[in-house]
């Protein structure tokens, strides 16, 4: 177990590392001076010296990748361009409303999901299955950024039920988490349904069957623990989709996150911020897919024994 | 099978609808000052935007958008997702190792984040839509590619080959790549689906096309603000984009049913 988990540590390392550089060399893909891009054509010479050394951009390359991963590691983002402010200060706001919203989406998917993908897997082939899949396929082709505007119209706008957007409360959390959430659900029951349908084919099934247990007894007391495990794997790499999305359902619905940071930044050219922002979504989801992936073997011995074998 | 014929010819309408658009005399950035903001009507089957624009023109014109953005980047990416990814199985080694090393790093920026960063950094443009989306790409078929690759490169045909003294490149494009092209084709068709998904996502988030060029992304972003009194501004694009979306994965779903020969035994067995 333990060469296992150091195994993933060092390989969670370099991919860290990895992630890190590649945002570090996001702003030196800027066509041109990227100096040039925030300020405009007509700035001052001496206003371009004074950003290029609060960038650190007249260093070379190489001791500039230093001179980050020295402040990265001192947790250090840098100060945003345009409110002058700390970058972590800024990030530090933002991060509760966008894990609330992570966390209420992620229940919502579950609840959409489980029975979705359950009834699926017992009815297999039959109308409901149909139904369900159908259902699925469309959450999947439906995207946030239309599911959001067409749910404001009907809730918002029509019925005059929930806020049209903003975060005050729990109210206004609704239709972005219902948003954010399907899309996830129509993934999630689709595992959940091929997952199950896998496991109800094993013999401790029939064994439990033929001792004269109820069918839904076995569903849910052998069926589904059995196929927990990889679900919950696949949760955890589902929870890209739910961070990426993220970005885009905070937009429609001014969810005031990291997302929304993310893309007020973009528009404001907003280097340093927007570095920040997508450096701490994507390491938030290489974490929770090392942990998930710890658990897993944790809780399947398969898994780390295979591994060290 | 009348699903699958229903998703094929919503394919075949939306890309001739984009090619034929483009030499029809379409009134796409046409301003009728008296029809703003009109719905459909039985005059005008899709209505026109809050500067009056023909909603049925822009379409159209949208529709052209995607379907070249999303056929550029899915040739863009399995072609060099493919080559990577099979050169690396089969020369293994440092170079495997190195290969691997970037896919998971790439990997690790979740869903459509990555695009949007490299989109926003790059400034705004259908053409950096495409090298964003196309960088985010590759990685997956190179990751599909390499996997599969693993699997066939010790059968005797490419034993054969190698003893024959054929040289490597032939044997990747000769035995390899033909070989695991069926699972590529599959990913393919669903890569379609996920880019026009994403170049509307760009392009809503005001990162892909610039106005007045008309994409269902930026269609749909405008509309949201007239949604109280236009609601078919954001209808209208949502529902193209959402038809060709579902067609394009059903076709993919069937696609792979059809390929998949593993399920095709068992089928047969029963």
């Not at chain 1, 975060?167 to 689709?190: C, E, F, K, Q, Y």
């Not at chain 2, 703003?36 to 949208?62: C, E, M």
């Not at chain 2, 690790?108 to 495409?130: E, K, R, S, W």
């Amino acid at each position: 177990m333990l060469r296992f988990i150091l195994a993933r540590l060092f390989s969670t390392i370099i991919v860290v590392f990895g992630v890190a550089c590649l945002v570090f060399l996001l702003i030196h893909l800027v066509p041109g001076d990227p100096v040039d891009m925030m300020l405009g054509e007509n700035a001052q010479m001496a206003d371009r010296q004074a950003l290029r050394e609060a960038l650190g951009l007249n260093q070379p390359v190489g001791i500039q990748l230093l001179n980050y991963f020295v402040h990265l590691l001192q947790g250090d983002l840098g100060t945003s361009l345009h409110s002058r402010e700390p970058v972590v200060q800024i990030l530090a706001e933002r991060i509760p409303a966008t894990v609330e919203l992570a966390i209420a989406s992620l229940l919502i998917s579950c609840l959409i999901a489980f029975p979705l993908g359950i009834i699926a897997a017992l009815n297999k082939g039959r109308a409901w299955d149909k139904t369900a899949m159908g259902v699925s396929m469309l959450g999947v082709s439906v995207p946030n950024f239309l599911l959001g505007p067409v749910l404001i119209l009907v809730f918002s706008i029509y019925l005059g039920w929930l806020p049209v957007s903003g975060r005050d409360g729990l109210v206004s959390m609704i239709l972005p988490a219902v948003t954010l959430g399907t899309a996830l659900a129509a993934v999630l029951s689709r595992m959940i349904r091929s997952t199950l349908l896998e496991v109800l084919h094993e013999d401790f099934i029939r064994t439990a069957r033929a001792k004269g247990d109820s069918y839904y007894q076995v569903v849910i007391r052998h069926a589904l623990p059995n196929a927990m495990l990889p679900i919950i794997t696949l949760l955890g790499l589902q929870l890209g989709v739910l961070l990426g999305g993220a970005v885009i359902t905070e937009t429609v619905f001014s969810w005031p996150g990291i997302g929304k940071l993310t893309i007020d930044s973009i528009m404001k050219r907003d280097y340093p911020v927007i570095q920040a922002c997508v450096l701490l979504i994507s390491l938030t989801y290489v974490v929770v897919n090392m942990l998930t992936d710890l658990v897993y073997a944790w809780i399947d011995p398969r898994i780390r024994l295979g591994q060290s074998s | 099978m009348n699903r699958v014929n229903l998703s094929v010819g919503i394919m075949i309408i939306w890309v001739l609808g984009s090619l034929i658009g483009q030499w029809l005399p379409l009134d796409v950035n046409q301003i009728h000052l008296e029809a703003i903001l009109k719905t459909p009507g039985a005059d005008n089957w899709f209505g026109y935007d809050d500067l009056g624009r023909p909603v049925f023109d822009r379409l159209l014109s949208g529709s052209y958008t995607s379907c070249v953005v999303a056929l550029t980047v899915i040739a863009l990416s399995v072609s060099m997702g493919t080559v990577i990814g099979t050169l690396s199985a089969y020369l293994g080694g440092g170079f495997d190792h190195i290969i691997t090393r970037i896919i998971d790093i790439f990997l690790a920026f979740p869903g459509i984040l990555l695009a949007i960063a490299l989109a926003g950094i790059m400034g705004p443009g259908i053409d950096n839509v495409v090298i964003a989306l196309s960088v985010v790409g590759w990685v997956g078929f190179a990751r599909l590619a390499r996997a599969q690759t693993l699997s066939v490169k010790h059968r005797e045909h490419v034993i054969a080959a190698e003893v024959m003294g054929t040289g490597r490149m032939k044997i990747i494009f000769r035995h390899l790549i033909p070989l695991i092209s069926t699972p590529v084709l599959v990913e393919a068709t669903f890569g379609v689906a996920s880019v026009v998904i994403a170049e509307a996502g760009l392009s809503f988030l005001g990162l892909g096309v610039q106005a007045p060029d008309a994409s269902w992304g930026s269609m749909i972003r405008d509309g949201t603000r007239y949604m109280l009194v236009a609601p078919h501004l954001v209808l209208i694009p949502g529902l193209a984009l959402m038809t060709v979306v579902l067609a394009v994965n059903l076709a993919g779903d069937r696609l792979r049913d059809k390929l998949d020969v593993k399920m095709q035994i068992n089928k047969s067995g029963v």
